[in-house]
């Protein structure tokens, strides 16, 4: 599915030419290009004699499409506020659903106005509903407006529509790694590298940033993932996506076949399991005999080479701290459950599980828990975790080693501390830290959880999920379906936005009173991110290979971004996917929309993101001058919080 964009570019090129002459036959996919062509195809004929459809952003559904019996519903937008609000539409009473290749009619219907025609503070718009549930046929289709002769993006139907994509967004961790060659047939001829920071005294050589001219202390620590637009890798921060993939791998096995396209392909294993191994592989690399376990590696200074093999900096690590010490006891464990019902990977799985005992057992003689390891020396962002949050660490590894070792210790530790965890002390049972609502959830599940614990854990969350506070159910307070609370739309606002799909998704397996309603909201949020939002944009980059009219095109990443310097920025061959050879790499998500950039040194003058309703203050951008690294980077954070989602309804 990894079309070269330079094909993709020939392409638009043939379809500029053929609307230039007027001789597009009929609608295809064709003509669902990027937004740059959007005037320039605007008159497509749509198959029949006498009418015309132009493409229009106001008609927004999920690009990639729906399965057949699932809810679907078009919004239809009309800015009122922020960047766009001159951008004005209004639907007429007749809506079509008709068929891309012939243009016939599948469905009418009439769009019901959100709210009364109400403007909705979170993105500046008012709108529409249009519900064409009713269409269940699979095919590839387009919804019309009849009197106006505007068209929404091309769409799917079938049961396997999201199946390419899960492969495209699990991709994003093959080109993350660390220290291994992305080549031919593997990695499309736009995204081939030689294997990154395998060089002198990089990762296979890395020193003590405490004691660097030691030659006992230096370390192989190659391998990993580029934790985000960086290309650092930290072990707490690790957290997060090894145990979310994790579970989504336990919640959904079927969606993780072993054809998704990476080296380990036809082994027999998962090939998301393999994804996670490269950086359990890593993590092990981390561990010291004790059980303790490094920091993080990287670099002292700003690094910006294009691509990540050619920067020859030096490396370093932060050595042992508590934190990445009970960091690792949590992953170890967790992966070693999951591994040990891989037959392939049983000695693996043991491994694993005896490294966490140690870690646990390190972690726990370390009084008081270290805060204050990471100096800053190695750039770029911090890895130091509080006392209580590692605390709360040391109950998801009691969690997994309660699963995979057993013993009292674990389960009189899990008691005397589960509301502790982060479900206890939000709204939202997994929306933050993730890792914590999910693996108390796991815990309610096994046989050897203390049942009174367990009852009362079931309790609190069902009552969280009853308790009317916007996460939960079809949301009917937002017009683009998927309600993010005011104060979420921070930096990483897209991984919050995804794990508020994620709990619905946990509430269909453990409250599933409200089955119907936590499902929809569930896929309403996966909507949101292929393409029923204010900017009508997959947030994804460059998915018009699998479908998307319009995707995200440019990011904040070291590898895939203009050269900037200070406000001029000079194109680069990734730095963005319709004005460069190849732009970015398929299936990164950006942070997302941010509602007081300025707060974060983006300029206030940039606009968007700033002086914006929230889900508009986002844009494409790679500059530093802009900070687009509070609103435009992604990280394998973010990634596996969207991954775990769209893997529900992917099989």
Not at 139 to 152: C, E, I, Q
Request: with cysteine; glycine share 8%.
């Amino acid at each position: 599915m990894n079309r070269i964009p330079t094909t993709r570019n020939r392409r638009v090129l043939a379809v500029i030419g053929l609307a230039l002459i007027g001789s597009i036959p009929a609608l295809s996919a064709a003509a669902d290009i990027a937004p740059a062509y959007k005037g320039i195809l605007s008159s497509v004929s749509d198959g029949s004699a006498s009418h015309a459809v132009r493409l229009d952003r106001h008609i927004l559904v999920d690009q990639f499409g729906y399965r057949p019996n699932d809810p679907k519903v078009a919004v239809i937008r009309d800015p009122k506020q922020g960047f766009d609000a001159n951008d004005h539409f209004v639907p007429e009473d007749s809506y079509e659903v008709r068929r891309s290749d012939d243009s016939s009619v599948l469905f009418t219907g009439q769009p019901t106005p959100w709210k009364g025609g109400e403007v909705e503070t979170s993105s500046g718009d008012r709108g529409w509903w249009l519900d064409f549930s009713k269409v269940t046929t699979p095919g590839k289709y387009f919804v019309f407006d009849v009197a106006n002769k505007r068209r929404s993006p091309t769409f799917s139907i079938g049961q396997r529509v999201y199946t390419d994509v899960l492969k495209a967004a699990v991709r994003m961790y093959y080109y993350q790694r660390s220290g291994f060659a992305k080549s031919a047939p593997l990695a499309d001829a736009c995204w081939q590298d030689a294997a990154a920071y395998a060089g002198p005294n990089q990762d296979t050589q890395a020193r003590d940033i405490t004691d660097p001219n030691n030659r006992a202390k230096v370390k192989d620590l190659s391998g990993g993932w580029f934790d985000a637009g960086d290309t650092n890798k930290y072990v707490t921060n690790a957290l997060r996506p090894v145990h979310q993939l994790l579970t989504a791998y336990q919640e959904n096995p079927a969606a993780f076949t072993d054809d998704f396209n990476i080296p380990e392909s036809g082994n027999g294993i998962p090939d998301l399991l393999d994804e996670v191994r490269w950086e359990t592989a890593w993590l092990k690399k981390m561990q010291y005999p004790d059980g303790s376990a490094a920091l993080k590696v990287g670099s002292t200074v700003y690094v910006k080479a294009s691509p990540p093999s050619s920067d020859t900096e030096a490396r370093y690590y932060v050595p042992a701290c508590s934190s990445s010490t009970i960091a690792v006891a949590g992953m170890f464990a967790h992966a070693a459950y999951v591994y040990r019902g891989i037959p392939a990977l049983a000695a693996e799985a043991t491994d694993l599980q005896s490294r966490a005992v140690k870690a646990w057992s390190h972690y726990q003689q370390v009084e008081p828990k270290q805060t204050q390891c990471d100096s800053g020396a190695v750039k770029v962002g911090g890895a130091d975790l509080k006392a209580e949050d590692q605390g709360r660490q040391a109950v998801v590894a009691a969690i997994y080693l309660l699963a995979t070792e057993g013993g009292a210790g674990y389960a009189d530790y899990i008691k005397a501390h589960y509301k502790e965890l982060r479900p206890y002390h939000d709204m939202g049972w997994s929306r933050y830290e993730s890792e914590q609502g999910e693996a108390l959830l796991f815990y309610t599940t096994l046989a050897a959880a203390d049942p009174k614990t367990a009852q009362a854990i079931l309790a609190d969350f069902k009552s969280d999920a009853h308790s009317g506070n916007g996460v939960y159910g079809l949301s009917q307070d937002d017009l683009y379906r998927n309600l993010l609370h005011p104060t979420q739309y921070h930096w990483g606002s897209n991984e919050v936005r995804a794990n508020y799909g994620n709990t619905n998704v946990e509430a269909l397996l453990h409250a599933g009173d409200e089955r119907n309603s936590y499902e929809t909201r569930a896929l309403d949020t996966l909507h949101y991110f292929q393409g029923v939002n204010p900017f009508g944009k997959v947030y994804l980059t460059n998915m018009y290979g699998y479908g998307a009219t319009s995707s995200v095109n440019e990011i904040f990443h070291q590898w895939f971004r203009a050269d900037c310097n200070r406000l001029i920025c000079t194109t680069t061959r990734w730095s963005n996917a319709i004005d460069s050879q190849c732009g970015p790499a398929p299936g990164y998500l950006p942070g997302g929309p941010v509602s007081d950039p300025s707060a974060a040194g983006v300029p206030a003058t940039l606009v968007p993101p700033a002086a914006q309703p929230p889900q508009k203050g986002y844009r494409e951008s790679s500059s530093d001058e802009h900070k687009s690294w509070v609103f435009n980077e992604p990280s394998i954070v973010y990634q596996a919080a969207y991954v775990q989602l769209l893997a529900r309804f992917a099989n």
